[in-house]
């Protein structure tokens, strides 16, 4: 005891020495710097073309000879644009590779979670374009070459009171991206002191796949324009259901739509968006064509604006390097808040005593799936004006019918979905009495197989009327497969091991399932969008509600197949075998019955109808998020409160369950708020249970002593 004690004393005296000691050079070998950005998930865009005009930027000047005359060195690490990885990222960079400087990152939130690491290791932090005004209040080591929101919310409120003529503006932001948050409220003063209207503001969470409540709300104020400060994901995302509930006026976007899959995943709904950036590729002056140039032969793609800032970061720390008394910490620190009048690609880079450059910005629309340069806005020269309060007279709200309506269907819809996957948790549940918890990623898996397929037989754009019966088919025999081999491999060796050994186990496939998925020859690192299987029409008008084709497909096909699994229960011998083993799995054996056989039939159809959730779900969201998605996790967490909530077990209760949570989500998101949605879900799980604790339809089970 007294030896540890008096270690974990003497660590504590260490540490503060190691923190506090200056990053040192001594002036040999090659130097190596640290770029850590998002190279996987939702927007992995920003990290590679941050990371290839790094790379390009060192390569030219390590062919002059590099700096100081020693060849420069990149280490990236891959934060997946998770905060809590940022920090960690930035730690391995200085203790593992010991890195001079820092490039990074692109996401506002993740330059202040590794901003505040290498601050603490005095390791200079260069962001190339996070512009939420604190990144560089962390302190003296942190600086960015891009200009701030505070300008960016002004630029975007600019162009909609002087080109779009715009009074009233509604704003729809993610709540969890400082980035998006802090632009939006910039906007929302900018747009305010030049003489305009907020109507509303909304929030979502990144990765939200259902934002119809926060859209009816921006629709029922009447905008003229809509406001969506987030990241390109979802950006193209929102931009689509935003079409689909009938909301026609123009988009505007901030430098987070910056990526050619904004267009990939908005399709036609973006079309005539318009976006602050920092730069457009169609710019004639030298500069940016010489970069263009390069960039194009090395890589064979038209640069986007992270990679000119990163190239642009990458040129102004090594003219710092340059002038710096030597690359120790302060040093570096010292030369870089110097840099004066140096010619970057996107702009003159000046540092002020915030260390932030003052620049002008570009305004792009989105035409035939690409951003054209459509005007530029100087920093203003003045102050903007005081807000005055103004009234806000137009627009009228919904009829209450119509919202009432529109909750309904859309409650259907979604129940649908949750139904068929509780299920599968059910069916498994009851038969072998444990929780498969990897059953939200064979959902997964057929969400993104069916998009596999579909992209396999060239129906990208379009496709013929058998194909959604086609992949449906396909999806659930594949889902199956996976289902069956799971059971197999996974949990079959451990039916006589206690509970929790299979549910360890479960989690760990569930695990194994997601990463793999994400994987370049799996389904890869990028969220992608589904092929149109189900034209995208409305079938019927009612009191301003949309029937939509798919919805109706999500509602028929999911009755259906509810229908067939209650007759394949309760009326076949399957089903009687399947009840036997779930009530006692020795005496069904002796009794005659296969157990095996009926485990494996359980998993396989189990597996058959999350598929069938999956191919549905793509259908009706199009946006795939990658497999190692929290949003996934949560919708399988989500269903499975559904089936524990109808009474685990019970296929009616699945449905009714399912039914039930949707509605509570969908009527809270709408009536009371939306950032609640899952709140909701797991206080209607606490009443249930504590009112009836086998779920509604379930009985009571007497344990066996
Ligand atoms: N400005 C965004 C942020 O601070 C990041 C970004 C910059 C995204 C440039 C795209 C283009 O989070």
């Not at 330059?111 to 190339?128: F, T």
């Not at 690409?370 to 919904?398: N, R, S, W």
Request: glycine share 10%.
């Amino acid at each position: 005891m007294i030896a540890l004690v008096a270690m974990a004393l003497s660590c504590d005296r260490l540490s503060p020495q190691v923190t506090a000691a200056e990053n040192h050079d001594d002036g040999t070998g090659p130097i190596v710097i640290g770029h850590f950005g998002s190279m996987t998930g939702a927007e992995a865009t920003f990290g590679q073309s941050t990371d290839k005009g790094v790379r390009l930027a060192m390569d030219e000047r390590n062919i002059q000879g590099g700096v100081k005359g020693r060849m420069i060195e990149l280490v990236t690490i891959d934060d997946a644009g998770k905060s809590q990885e940022a920090g960690t990222a930035v730690t391995r960079l200085i203790t593992e590779h010991h890195v001079k400087a820092i490039l990074g990152e692109v996401a506002s939130s993740l330059s202040k979670a590794g901003g505040a690491v290498a601050q603490k290791y005095r390791v200079p932090m260069i962001s190339p374009s996070s512009t939420n005004e604190s990144v560089t209040l962390i302190g003296n080591m942190i600086f960015r070459v891009c200009f701030i929101d505070g300008f960016q919310g002004y630029v975007v409120a600019k162009f909609a009171r002087d080109s779009l003529h715009a009074n009233r503006v509604g704003v729809l932001y993610d709540q969890q991206q400082a980035y998006s948050k802090g632009l939006a409220k910039e906007f929302d003063h900018a747009f305010r002191a030049l003489g305009g209207t907020i109507t509303t503001s909304q929030a979502y969470t990144g990765g939200d796949v259902d934002l119809s409540a926060q859209l009816q709300s921006l629709k029922d104020t009447n905008p003229e324009a809509i406001f969506l400060p987030g990241y390109y994901t979802d950006a193209g995302n929102i931009a689509r259901q935003a079409r689909k509930l009938g909301i026609t006026v123009p988009l505007l976007g901030g430098d987070g739509w910056d990526s050619e899959k904004l267009t990939e995943i908005g399709g036609d709904a973006i079309e005539g968006s318009y976006y602050a950036n920092h730069y457009s590729f169609e710019d004639t002056r030298p500069a940016v064509q010489n970069f263009v140039a390069k960039y194009q032969k090395r890589y064979g793609a038209v640069p986007d604006g992270l990679a000119a800032l990163g190239y642009d970061a990458a040129l102004v720390l090594f003219d710092a390097m340059d002038r710096a008394k030597s690359l120790n910490g302060g040093d570096l620190a010292e030369a870089i808040a110097q840099t004066k009048g140096f010619p970057a690609v996107t702009g003159v880079i000046t540092l002020d005593k915030n260390r932030n450059p003052v620049k002008s910005a570009v305004m792009l629309v989105v035409k035939n799936g690409k951003p054209h340069y459509f005007g530029t806005v100087d920093p203003p020269t003045q102050p903007l004006p005081e807000i005055k309060d103004v009234e806000d007279t137009g627009g009228g709200e919904a009829s209450m019918l119509t919202k009432l309506l529109q909750t309904l269907v859309n409650s259907l819809a979604l129940g649908a979905l949750y139904a068929l996957i509780a299920l599968g948790y059910t069916l498994v549940y009851g038969v072998l009495r444990f929780i498969n918890f990897a059953h939200s990623d064979v959902f997964t898996f057929g969400a993104w197989i069916s998009f596999t397929f579909a992209n396999w037989f060239g129906w990208a754009k379009a496709a013929p009327g058998y194909g959604l019966p086609l992949i449906l088919v396909l999806a659930m025999v594949t889902c199956s497969a996976l289902g069956v081999t799971i059971e197999r491999l996974a949990y079959r060796p451990l039916r006589r091991a206690p509970r929790l050994n299979v549910l360890i186990t479960a989690i760990g496939v569930s695990l194994l399932l997601q990463n793999t998925g994400t994987l370049p020859w799996a389904f890869g690192p990028n969220p992608q969008h589904m092929a149109p299987l189900v034209a995208d029409k409305s079938l019927a008008t009612i009191a301003g509600v949309h029937l939509r084709l798919v919805d109706m497909v999500v509602l028929a096909l999911a009755l259906v197949l509810v229908g067939a699994l209650q007759f394949l229960v309760y009326r076949t011998k399957l089903g009687r075998a399947m009840r036997a083993v779930s009530f006692d799995e020795r005496v069904a054996a002796l009794m005659g019955v296969n157990v095996n056989r009926v485990v494996t039939i359980t998993f396989a159809v189990g597996s058959a109808l999350a598929a069938a959730g999956g191919l549905l779900f793509a259908l009706k969201y199009e946006a795939l998020q990658i497999t190692a998605g929290s949003q996934w996790v949560l919708l399988g967490l989500t269903a499975f409160v559904a089936a524990v909530v109808g009474g685990i077990g019970d296929v009616r209760g699945a449905a009714v369950g399912a039914l039930l949570i949707a509605a509570v989500q969908e009527f809270g998101a709408a009536y009371l708020s939306t950032q609640l949605r899952d709140v909701y879900v797991f206080t209607i799980l606490i009443i249930v249970l504590l009112v009836k604790p086998s779920g509604l339809f379930g009985r009571a089970v007497v344990e066996k002593v």
